[in-house]
């Protein structure tokens, strides 16, 4: 969860938690507002199929090790 925030912005594309509580906090919240939970699941599905893909992350490695060669 640490590098999360560098590839989705919580709250807007994905959502985290950090105890049981605000889980169920959030849980609750997200049941009772369909149009929130649907809004973060495009945004998020969106972002993954733009940037993070199979083909990104090889051609990010690939990027990386002709930069280091």
Do not use: N, W
């Not at 594309?13 to 699941?41: H, M, N, W």
Request: overall charge negative; hydrophobic content about 30%; proline content about 4%.
């Amino acid at each position: 969860q640490a590098e999360l925030p560098e590839y989705y912005e919580p709250g807007k594309e994905v959502e985290t938690f950090s105890s049981p509580e605000e889980l169920a906090d959030k849980a609750d919240f997200y049941l009772r507002r369909e149009d929130e939970r649907k809004k973060i699941a495009r945004l998020g599905y969106e972002k993954t199929k733009a940037m993070h893909t199979y083909d990104h992350r090889i051609a990010e490695m690939i990027r990386r090790i002709h930069g280091t060669l």
